[in-house]
């Protein structure tokens, strides 16, 4: 490891978790990539790790690993399974092949199994429905519950037997231990009954993973400081648990903020960074083991600030680690972190999915692909021109710079970003900005020549170049409506950039994510300036701050407004827009717009709504360059938006420049080896 870099003292100093000495503070978070369990999937699920292991994780935290089958789910790995138990052990040696190391998270999904999975009601200690499922599971008797501890301590003994590092037993989340602890799921009259019988169960089990484990291994509590689901365990409660788990022989607290089925955001964008580490000091206060938290730490300065004023110890995301596989690595080497933009789309939304996707990370494609995009220096360095400085653009010229290309960037406008420029303005995804800054960062880093206030000249490219990127992007689409030229219609770009010319009553046609995101934009003060609470709701500011133009705002939309957007960020989205007064005119058409407003249609009913202005946002149409389209040549290569406007978004706006790079390197090293 390098020397650190100032000024992050603390989080690159060295700590302890029971007997595991880590030469620093950031460990990765258990997260499921959708791909476990599957024998084909090995070796990418190993090159996932072993890159983090490069980036200098100091400790991995597994996925999930189903410590019985009553408590699986798809693509999980499965502990009674034999060559599991293989694949699991090949995975911990490979990591300690590479002088990493990696702790086993021990799991049961509970009440958030599903029936069809399982071929049984899943698991709980009362038949109490799953707002995550809304399936009713069944509540387990003496038996099972006896099962569970055996299924535990074996999981245990098999984690040492195999090499893992320590293990980590998940307890939070509403996951099945963390039930067993709610007085809403746990409705038992039983010696496991309430609080208190539930505190039983996951001390028995803290005992049988101890003795399964030996007594060497560090062994973590991933436990529940806040669910967020108004049954919150209280302060007294949380010391007799900590004390009583710390008697079992438990090294250490992770600590989970929110339940899958809590109705308040914890890991959304609209959440400020570092707002639960409240949550992890009340437990650190209540123990002399180390704290370990994670919820929207991203930053290497925020988390040097929470451990520096001792309100965790160790910091353990998940998600800046798919962003950016070196996230450790560049406390110290001083290069830009590929900054975690908590957008959810290509990570939470796909492992939520049912069944699970494999997930990626819309800022890094490469993340669980890394054997597909191997980083392998060409032998043959080509003249690549990349046109258009939007995603695709940017992550194109990236790839290819890193790929030992030489690459000119023409941007046509003063800046890169492209419609990056527009989303950063939308309350809450004011951290694309930082996506802009490393891609500004990297580029100049790699050498890439970018040419600002520069339209392409492709007849002199295509004699210069061997390879030319077209990312010309997208134009907004203008839709057959009478009315859509009058004077007080703006199409989407120019009402994100001028919205001093939208006031009193406006009308947005299109109810996709960017009509939304527009209704946000138009709708909130600059900064919704959040704090986390069980109140999230109620804090939000008012609607219209003294300083800002007086706007209502009401969105028509054919279908669900907000469809397209993913399954994790969407309800929070239509809650605030609720919140921020906007009207949701959905199953709804447009039929016409006039100086007074605009008339449609819904469910076959004739409206008519009175609008000062109107925004249409009813998709996008290619930018294909005249001269790529008469002229079509081998040397194009036509990506992101250009390529297909239909259901453009970042993710797949990034991705494919990623794989406009690794094609042509590919096709090249071919031909020329
Ligand atoms: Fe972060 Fe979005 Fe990537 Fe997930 S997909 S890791 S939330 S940037």
Same mark, same amino acid.
């Given at each position: 490891?390098?020397?650190?870099?100032?000024?992050?003292?603390?989080?690159?100093?060295?700590?302890?978790?029971?007997?595991?000495?880590?030469?620093?503070?950031?460990? #990765?978070?258990?997260?499921?990539?959708?791909?476990?369990?599957?024998?084909?999937?090995? &070796?990418?699920?190993?090159?996932?790790?072993?890159?983090?292991?490069?980036?200098?994780?100091?400790?991995?935290?597994?996925?999930?690993?189903?410590?019985?089958?009553?408590? !699986?789910?798809?693509?999980?790995?499965?502990?009674?399974?034999?060559?599991?138990?293989? &694949?699991?052990?090949?995975?911990?040696?490979?990591?300690?092949?590479?002088?990493?190391?990696?702790?086993?998270?021990?799991?049961?999904? @509970?009440?958030?199994?599903?029936?069809?999975?399982?071929?049984?009601?899943?698991?709980?200690?009362?038949?109490?429905?799953?707002?995550?499922?809304?399936?009713?599971?069944?509540?387990?008797?003496?038996?099972?519950?006896?099962?569970?501890?055996?299924?535990?301590?074996?999981?245990?003994?098999?984690?040492?037997?195999? @090499?893992?590092?320590?293990?980590? $037993?998940?307890?939070?989340?509403?996951?099945?231990?963390?039930?067993?602890?709610?007085?809403?799921?746990?409705?038992?009259?039983?010696?496991?009954?309430?609080?208190?019988?539930?505190?039983? /169960?996951?001390?028995?089990?803290?005992?049988?993973?101890?003795?399964?484990?030996?007594?060497?291994?560090?062994?973590?509590?991933?436990?529940?400081? !806040?669910?967020?689901?108004?049954?919150?365990?209280?302060?007294?409660?949380?010391?007799?648990?900590?004390?009583?788990?710390?008697?079992?022989?438990?090294?250490?607290?992770?600590?989970?903020?929110?339940?899958?089925?809590?109705?308040?955001?914890?890991?959304?964008?609209?959440?400020?960074?570092?707002?639960?580490?409240?949550?992890?000091?009340?437990?650190?206060?209540?123990?002399?083991?180390?704290?370990?938290?994670?919820?929207?730490?991203?930053?290497?300065?925020?988390?040097?600030?929470?451990?520096?004023?001792?309100?965790?110890?160790?910091?353990?995301?998940?998600?800046? !680690?798919?962003?950016?596989?070196?996230?450790?690595?560049?406390?110290?080497?001083?290069?830009?972190?590929?900054?975690?933009?908590?957008?959810?789309?290509?990570?939470?939304?796909?492992?939520?999915?049912?069944?699970?996707?494999?997930?990626?990370? %819309?800022?890094?494609?490469?993340?669980?692909?890394?054997?597909?995009?191997?980083?392998?220096?060409?032998?043959?360095?080509?003249?690549?021109?990349?046109?258009?400085?939007?995603?695709?653009?940017?992550?194109?010229?990236?790839?290819?710079?890193?790929?030992?290309?030489?690459?000119?960037?023409?941007?046509?406008?003063?800046?890169?970003?492209?419609?990056?420029?527009?989303?950063?303005? $939308?309350? @809450?995804?004011?951290?694309?900005?930082?996506?802009?800054?490393?891609?500004?960062?990297?580029?100049?880093?790699?050498?890439?020549?970018?040419?600002?206030?520069?339209?392409?000249?492709?007849?002199?490219? $295509?004699?210069?170049?061997?390879?030319?990127?077209?990312?010309?992007?997208?134009?907004?689409?203008?839709?057959?409506?009478?009315?859509?030229?009058?004077?007080?219609?703006?199409?989407?770009?120019?009402?994100?950039?001028?919205?001093?010319?939208?006031?009193?009553?406006?009308?947005?046609?299109? @109810?996709?994510?960017?009509?939304?995101?527009?209704?946000?934009?138009?709708?909130?003060?600059?900064?919704?300036?959040?704090?986390?609470?069980?109140?999230?709701?109620?804090?939000?500011?008012?609607?219209?701050? !003294?300083?800002?133009?007086?706007?209502?705002?009401?969105?028509?939309?054919?279908?669900?407004?907000?469809?397209?957007?993913?399954?994790?960020?969407?309800?929070?989205?239509?809650?605030? /827009?609720?919140?921020?007064?906007?009207?949701?005119?959905?199953?709804?058409?447009?039929?016409?717009? %006039?100086?007074?407003?605009?008339?449609?249609?819904?469910?076959?009913?004739?409206?008519?709504?009175?609008?000062?202005?109107?925004?249409?946002? %009813?998709?996008?149409?290619?930018?294909?360059?005249?001269?790529?389209?008469?002229?079509?040549?081998?040397?194009?290569?036509?990506?992101?938006?250009?390529?297909?406007?239909?259901?453009?978004? #970042?993710?797949?706006?990034?991705?494919?420049?990623?794989?406009?790079?690794?094609?042509?390197?590919?096709?090249?090293?071919?031909?020329?080896?």
């Amino acid at each position: 490891m390098l020397a650190p870099r100032r000024p992050c003292p603390e989080l690159t100093s060295p700590g302890r978790i029971g007997s595991l000495w880590l030469p620093h503070r950031m460990l #990765m978070g258990s997260m499921h990539l959708g791909i476990e369990g599957d024998a084909q999937m090995l &070796d990418r699920l190993i090159a996932f790790y072993a890159e983090r292991v490069r980036g200098g994780a100091a400790l991995i935290i597994t996925g999930g690993v189903a410590v019985h089958a009553s408590g !699986w789910e798809p693509h999980r790995f499965l502990i009674s399974d034999a060559r599991h138990r293989d &694949d699991l052990a090949r995975l911990a040696d490979a990591i300690h092949h590479l002088g990493g190391h990696i702790a086993l998270q021990l799991f049961h999904a @509970g009440r958030y199994a599903r029936e069809r999975d399982l071929g049984h009601p899943p698991w709980a200690p009362s038949a109490v429905a799953s707002r995550l499922t809304r399936e009713v599971p069944q509540a387990i008797g003496r038996d099972q519950i006896a099962t569970l501890v055996s299924a535990y301590h074996q999981a245990a003994i098999f984690a040492a037997q195999a @090499g893992f590092d320590g293990v980590e $037993v998940m307890a939070s989340e509403g996951y099945l231990l963390n039930s067993f602890v709610s007085s809403l799921t746990n409705l038992r009259s039983d010696d496991y009954g309430g609080a208190q019988g539930g505190l039983g /169960l996951i001390v028995d089990i803290a005992k049988a993973v101890r003795h399964g484990l030996g007594p060497t291994p560090p062994l973590i509590y991933r436990i529940s400081g !806040w669910d967020l689901m108004g049954s919150a365990p209280d302060g007294p409660f949380l010391s007799q648990l900590t004390k009583a788990l710390a008697d079992a022989g438990v090294d250490g607290f992770n600590v989970g903020v929110g339940w899958h089925e809590s109705a308040v955001p914890t890991v959304s964008q609209i959440v400020p960074q570092g707002s639960f580490a409240e949550v992890a000091k009340n437990i650190r206060g209540r123990t002399e083991l180390p704290v370990i938290a994670a919820n929207r730490i991203f930053s290497h300065p925020l988390a040097n600030t929470l451990i520096a004023s001792e309100m965790m110890d160790f910091v353990a995301p998940a998600r800046p !680690w798919l962003a950016d596989p070196a996230w450790a690595l560049h406390a110290y080497d001083g290069q830009p972190i590929n900054p975690c933009i908590a957008c959810n789309q290509a990570c939470l939304d796909r492992s939520l999915a049912h069944p699970p996707q494999p997930i990626s990370c %819309t800022v890094n494609p490469r993340a669980v692909q890394e054997s597909s995009y191997p980083r392998k220096r060409t032998a043959t360095p080509l003249n690549i021109a990349v046109v258009g400085g939007g995603p695709s653009g940017l992550e194109a010229a990236r790839s290819a710079a890193e790929l030992g290309h030489r690459v000119t960037l023409f941007e046509a406008s003063d800046d890169i970003g492209g419609q990056l420029r527009m989303a950063m303005r $939308v309350p @809450g995804k004011e951290e694309i900005a930082g996506t802009i800054a490393y891609y500004r960062e990297t580029l100049h880093r790699l050498g890439v020549q970018t040419l600002l206030h520069t339209p392409a000249d492709f007849s002199r490219l $295509v004699v210069e170049s061997d390879a030319i990127f077209v990312a010309t992007g997208v134009n907004p689409k203008v839709p057959d409506i009478p009315g859509s030229t009058l004077p007080h219609v703006l199409l989407y770009p120019t009402a994100f950039s001028e919205p001093q010319r939208l006031q009193g009553d406006i009308v947005i046609i299109g @109810g996709g994510g960017i009509g939304l995101d527009l209704a946000l934009f138009l709708a909130a003060p600059p900064k919704l300036g959040l704090s986390a609470s069980a109140n999230f709701w109620d804090e939000l500011p008012p609607a219209m701050p !003294w300083d800002s133009p007086v706007r209502s705002i009401t969105v028509i939309t054919r279908d669900k407004a907000g469809k397209s957007v993913g399954r994790s960020t969407r309800w929070i989205l239509r809650h605030v /827009l609720q919140h921020l007064g906007v009207v949701l005119e959905e199953n709804a058409e447009a039929r016409a717009i %006039t100086m007074g407003g605009v008339e449609i249609t819904q469910n076959g009913v004739t409206k008519f709504l009175p609008a000062d202005g109107v925004v249409i946002s %009813t998709g996008q149409v290619s930018n294909l360059p005249a001269f790529v389209v008469d002229h079509p040549c081998p040397s194009f290569h036509v990506i992101g938006g250009a390529r297909e406007a239909r259901a453009l978004d #970042m993710v797949r706006a990034i991705a494919e420049g990623l794989r406009g790079a690794h094609n042509l390197s590919g096709m090249t090293d071919k031909i020329f080896s």
